[in-house]
C-alpha cells in the first residue's frame, strides 16, 4: 500500500480506530508533519501536503508515438469573412450555399480553413454529394483525417491519385472503393488498357462489382468496347446485362443500335402527313437478349409496351425525318404517349434540337420537360421556360419542378426572368419553392437583380429568405 | 463612505438557491422597481410584486442582512437579490436612507446615518465581519477534524446533503469560497470508486485553508492575501487598481474559457506579457442570459496594457488598463516545452497549492494517441494529455501531425484543456 492510499483508508475508517501511517509518505513531506499531533490533524496535514506534491510533482507522459505529419497545403487560407461565412453555414445559417461555397473556394484556390474540416466532414458522413467538394477543400489534410478518424474514411476515397503511378496491385486485391478508383484513372489515360483489365478479371468478379464497375465504362466509350458490351449482353446476372444495354444504347452504330432501328422502323409508317403505327406483333428471344421487358406495368397493352421501349431505346437517327416526325399525325398509337418515349431517347442523347421541337409539341408529363430543358442550350432555356405554359405547364408547383430540374447555376436570362417573375409575386406560399430553388441557382453575375434592394419586410418570408441568401451569397464571392 | 459596488457573481452568490437566483435575476429590472437608493451602506426599494401595497426590500451590505415585506422566508428572498443585481449593475442612485429604514432593519441596532463616515465605526464594523468568518473557519475545521477522526465512509449516505449544508452556512459566514470548495467536495461523494480519495484530497485542501487562516498573522503577507481570497474575500476593484502591484507589457492573449452555468457566465481570458513572459488572468462574470463585456483582446492579439494585479502568493488574477496603442496581430514570441509548462506549474503550486488552472504556452507540439484519448507532445518527445471533455478534432485537422503552437489550460487531474493554436501566423480560436 503506497502512502497516499493508507492516509485514504485511515480516512475511510476514522483516526479513533485507525490511526494515519505516515512513514511510507515520502521524505519531504514527512518532514513537514508534526507526528505529536492530534491524529486527525496530521491525517488532514497529511492529506493536503501528499496532494500538492503529487500534483506538483506529476511527470510528463513519455514514450508517445506522434502521428506522421500530412503533406504541406500550400494554398493560402481565405479571408477571415469568408471563414465566418462558412462557421455560420456549419451552424446553420444558409448551409444550403455550402456545396457552391464549397466548390468556389477550391476553385480560387484557397485551402479550407482547418479547424472546419471535422465539422465539414461529419455533415459529409450524411450527406455524400458533399464529399468530394470537402475532400477537395481539406486537400492532403483529407488523406490524413481519415486515417486518424475511420468515421471520415470516405475522405481518402476522393484522393487525387497520382496519375503516373498505377499500382496493378490496387487492381487485383484493393477495396472496392480503391478498385473503382483506379479503374476510373486507368480509364482516363487508357480506356482500353482499363477495359481489358476488367475483361480479364470478369469471370472472377461477383454480380454486384461486374455491375458496378461495368458502369465505369461509360467514360471514354468508343466502338473499340462494342464486343466486349456485346458479350456481357449475355451474361448471367440481370442487372449487368441492363448495364451492358445501356450503354450499348448510347454506342452510335453499334449493332445494338442498328437491330432498335430495325425494330422500330417495322413499326412506323409515314403515309400523307400520317404517322401510322403498327404495335410489334410478338416478342422474341433476341428482344429479351436486347434487354426488353416482355411484360406490361398494370393498366398498359403488351403490345403498346413492347413498342414504348423500343422507342425509348432506338437512337433519333432512326426517324429519317428528324423532328418534323413530331408534326405528323400519329395512327394507331397515342401521341401523347409516343412523345413520352421519344423524350427518353432525346435526354439520353442530349438532342437540343429534338427537345425543342418535343417542348413546342405540348403536352408532356413535368419530370420530363424538365429533363428537356436541361438539354437545351443555356441561351434557349430562358425562352423554353417563359413557353412552359404551352408545354402543359400549368401550376407554380409544376413550374417550380421545371426549373429546380435544371442544374445550378442557371443561365443569366432565364434567372433574370424568374426573379423578375419573383419580385411581382405574392407573399404566399405558392412561391416559396421556386424562391429557393432561385435562392441556390441565381449565377454570380445576376447576384445583384434589383430584387435584393427591396426591403425584405421584418417577417421571415420566402422573400426574405430569398434576398438573404442571395445577399450571402454575392458577399462569399467577394470575400473568396 | 464609498462601498465598493459587488459583482453579479458575488451577488447571486448569496442566492440560498438555484430557484432564488434565477427569480432575482427575473427582478433585476428597473421596471418593477420604485424609490430605489443607496447610501453606501444599505441599499433600498419598493419592488412591485403580486400585491397591492409594494413589498419595501432593504439590503445591509455591512453584514451583509436583508429585510423584505414578502412573505418569503427564503434569506435572501428574490426581492432582495433582484435589487442588490440591479445595484450591482450600476442602476440604484446615491440618495439619503428614508424614513422606513430603521422600522424595516429592526430590531438590529444600526449607527445612525450621520455616523457612516466614522473610521471608528467602519473599522469596527470590518472586525466584525473578521469575527464572523473566523467563527465560521472555526466550526468548519472542527466539523472536518470530527469527520476524519469518524471516518469519511459515514458521509457515504448523507455526505452531499450535509456537505452543501456546510456550504451554505459559510456563505452566511461570508467564506464564500470555502463554500465552493465544499460543493466540490460534495460532487465527489459516491462518484466512482475512487471517490474516497477524491473526497479526503478534497477536504485536505479545505483544511489547510482552515489551518492557515487559523495563524494569517504569521504568514508572509502575500501567502495571507491568497488564504484570504481562498476563504471568500472579494478585494474591491478599486484597491486593486489603487494599490495593486501594476506592470505595463504588450500582454498576448492566449485564449479564454466561457463557462456557462445556471445562475452566471464565467469568462476567463489569460493573457502573458511579452517581454516579461507573466502569466495573467482576467475574470468577468455576467447573469445567465446576459452577455459579457468586451474582451481585452481577441486570442492572439497582443494588447499593450498595464496590468494591476490582485494580491496573492502567485498574483495572475488582474484588471487590464489597456494603453493607447491598438492591439497588433501576428507578433512573434516564445513558446515553451511541456517541461517548462510543468515547472511553472509545480513553482505556481508550491507557492498557492490551491491553484486550479495554470496558463501554458507550448511551441512545436504534435497530437499522440493516449489510451482512449490523446496527447500533445513536443520535440524533446515529453508529452500532457488533452482533457477529456474537449473536442481534440480542429486541433488535430490545424496541425494535421505538423508541430504546432498551442495555448491551453493545465490541471494536473484533468488534462489540458487547449483554447488557441496557431495556424501559420492566424489564430485559431478552439471549442
Known amino acids: ?480 | 463612505m464609498t462601498e465598493d459596488r459587488w459583482s453579479a457573481a458575488q451577488v447571486l452568490a448569496l442566492a440560498p438557491d438555484a430557484a432564488a437566483a434565477r427569480a432575482g435575476q427575473g427582478l433585476a429590472s428597473a421596471a418593477v422597481w420604485s424609490a430605489t437608493g443607496t447610501s453606501g451602506r444599505a441599499v433600498w426599494g419598493r419592488c412591485q410584486g403580486s400585491r397591492a401595497t409594494p413589498y419595501q426590500v432593504v439590503a445591509e451590505l455591512d453584514g451583509p442582512a436583508y429585510r423584505c415585506s414578502c412573505p418569503s422566508r427564503k434569506s435572501p428572498c428574490k426581492h432582495v437579490l433582484g435589487l442588490l443585481l440591479l445595484w450591482s449593475a450600476g442602476t440604484v442612485p446615491p440618495a439619503d436612507e428614508p424614513d422606513w429604514l430603521p422600522e424595516a432593519t429592526a430590531p438590529r441596532q444600526r449607527a445612525r446615518t450621520g455616523e457612516l463616515a466614522d473610521p471608528e465605526a467602519a473599522r469596527q464594523r470590518a472586525a466584525r465581519r473578521a469575527d464572523r468568518v473566523a467563527a465560521g473557519v472555526i466550526e468548519l475545521d472542527s466539523w472536518l477534524t470530527d469527520q476524519v477522526r469518524r471516518g469519511l465512509s459515514g458521509l457515504e449516505q448523507q455526505g452531499y446533503t450535509e456537505l452543501g449544508r456546510l456550504a451554505a452556512r459559510m456563505v452566511d459566514a461570508q467564506a464564500p469560497g470555502l463554500a465552493g470548495s465544499l460543493r466540490r467536495a460534495a460532487a465527489t461523494v459516491g462518484r466512482g470508486h475512487g471517490w474516497p480519495g477524491d473526497l479526503l484530497q478534497e477536504l485536505a485542501m479545505v483544511h489547510l485553508a482552515t489551518a492557515a487562516h487559523a495563524r494569517l498573522d504569521e504568514l508572509p503577507a502575500p501567502l495571507a492575501e491568497t488564504v484570504r481570497s481562498r476563504i471568500g474575500r472579494t478585494v474591491p476593484t478599486a484597491s486593486v487598481l489603487t494599490g495593486g502591484e501594476r506592470l505595463t507589457d504588450d500582454w498576448l492573449v492566449l485564449g479564454q474559457v466561457v463557462e456557462i452555468d445556471e445562475r452566471l457566465t464565467a469568462r476567463r481570458l489569460w493573457l502573458r506579457g511579452t517581454t516579461t513572459g507573466r502569466p495573467a488572468l482576467v475574470l468577468s462574470f455576467a447573469p445567465a442570459g446576459q452577455s459579457l463585456d468586451a474582451p481585452a483582446g481577441a486570442p492572439g492579439a497582443v494588447v499593450p496594457a498595464t496590468l494591476s494585479f490582485y494580491p496573492g502568493a502567485v498574483p495572475l488574477r488582474a484588471l487590464v488598463t489597456p494603453a493607447e496603442e491598438a492591439p497588433s496581430y501576428g507578433a512573434r514570441w516564445a513558446a515553451g516545452t511541456v517541461t517548462d509548462a510543468l515547472t511553472g506549474y509545480a513553482e505556481a503550486l508550491a507557492a498557492d497549492p490551491w491553484l486550479e488552472r495554470w496558463p501554458v504556452l507550448l511551441g512545436d507540439v504534435r497530437p499522440a494517441r493516449y489510451g482512449d484519448g490523446w496527447a500533445l507532445v513536443d520535440a524533446a518527445g515529453n508529452g500532457l494529455p488533452l482533457s477529456d471533455g474537449t473536442d481534440p478534432w480542429p486541433l488535430l485537422s490545424v496541425g494535421a501531425g505538423a508541430g504546432l503552437t498551442v495555448a491551453g489550460e493545465w490541471n494536473d487531474r484533468y488534462g489540458l484543456r487547449p483554447m488557441t493554436c496557431w495556424d501559420g501566423d492566424r489564430a485559431v480560436v478552439l471549442p
Open chain 1, 1 to 480: 500500500m503506497t502512502g497516499w492510499e493508507e492516509l485514504v483508508a485511515a480516512a475511510l475508517l476514522g483516526t479513533d480506530r485507525r490511526p494515519p501511517g505516515v512513514d511510507s509518505l515520502p521524505g519531504a513531506v514527512r518532514e513537514r508533519l508534526d507526528a505529536d499531533a492530534d491524529p486527525a490533524r496530521l491525517l488532514l496535514d497529511a492529506a493536503a501536503l501528499s496532494a500538492t506534491y503529487r500534483r506538483a510533482g506529476r511527470p510528463a507522459l513519455r514514450d508517445l508515438e506522434p502521428l506522421p505529419a500530412a503533406p504541406a497545403d500550400h494554398r493560402p487560407a481565405p479571408r477571415t469573412g469568408a471563414s465566418r461565412g462558412l462557421a455560420g453555414m456549419l451552424e446553420g445559417r444558409h448551409r444550403t450555399v455550402l456545396p457552391e461555397w464549397l466548390a468556389v473556394l477550391t476553385d480560387r484556390g484557397w485551402r479550407a480553413p482547418p479547424e472546419h474540416l471535422p465539422a465539414l466532414a461529419d455533415l459529409a458522413r450524411t450527406r455524400p454529394e458533399l464529399r468530394e467538394l470537402v475532400s477537395r477543400a481539406a486537400g492532403p489534410r483529407a488523406a490524413w483525417l481519415a486515417a486518424a478518424n475511420p468515421d471520415w474514411s470516405f475522405l481518402a476515397e476522393h484522393e487525387h491519385e497520382p496519375v503516373d503511378q498505377p499500382d496493378d496491385e490496387v487492381w487485383l486485391h484493393g477495396t472496392p472503393p480503391q478498385r473503382r478508383r483506379w479503374l476510373t484513372g486507368t480509364r482516363r489515360r487508357d480506356p482500353d488498357a482499363a477495359r481489358e483489365a476488367l475483361a480479364a478479371s470478369w469471370p472472377t468478379e461477383s454480380a454486384t462489382d461486374r455491375a458496378d464497375l461495368l458502369t465505369l465504362l461509360a467514360q471514354g466509350l468508343s466502338a473499340a468496347d462494342e464486343e466486349f458490351l456485346e458479350a456481357v449482353l449475355d451474361d448471367r446476372a440481370r442487372a449487368v446485362r441492363f448495364a451492358a444495354a445501356s450503354l450499348l444504347q448510347r454506342l452510335p452504330g453499334s449493332a445494338y443500335q442498328h437491330r432498335m432501328t430495325e425494330r422500330v422502323r417495322g413499326c412506323l409508317t409515314v403515309r400523307e402527313h400520317v404517322l401510322e403505327v403498327s404495335l410489334p406483333p410478338a416478342f422474341d428471344e433476341s428482344m429479351r437478349r436486347d434487354c426488353l421487358d416482355p411484360n406490361p406495368p398494370r393498366g398498359t397493352g403488351e403490345r403498346a409496351w413492347w413498342l414504348r421501349q423500343l422507342v425509348e431505346a432506338a437512337p433519333l437517327a432512326s426517324y429519317e425525318l428528324g423532328p418534323e416526325l413530331l408534326d405528323l399525325r400519329v395512327d394507331g398509337y397515342d401521341a401523347g404517349q409516343l412523345r413520352a418515349a421519344l423524350a427518353t431517347a432525346v435526354v439520353r442523347e442530349g438532342s437540343a434540337r429534338w427537345a425543342l421541337a418535343l417542348l413546342e409539341h405540348g403536352p408532356l408529363p413535368v419530370e420530363r420537360i424538365a429533363k428537356l430543358v436541361a438539354v437545351l442550350p443555356p441561351a434557349d432555356q430562358a425562352a423554353a421556360v417563359a413557353g412552359l405554359r404551352k408545354a402543359g405547364v400549368r401550376t407554380a408547383e409544376q413550374f417550380t419542378l421545371v426549373v429546380s430540374a435544371l442544374p445550378a447555376p442557371w443561365p443569366a436570362d432565364l434567372a433574370t426572368a424568374i426573379l423578375d417573375l419573383l419580385s411581382q409575386a405574392t407573399i404566399d406560399d405558392t412561391w416559396s419553392k421556386l424562391a429557393s430553388a432561385a435562392a441556390r441557382a441565381t449565377p454570380y453575375e445576376v447576384l445583384t437583380h434589383p430584387i435584393t434592394g427591396k426591403p425584405p419586410g421584418e417577417e421571415y418570408t420566402w422573400h426574405r429568405r430569398l434576398i438573404e441568401t442571395l445577399t450571402f451569397r454575392r458577399a462569399m464571392y467577394e470575400e473568396l
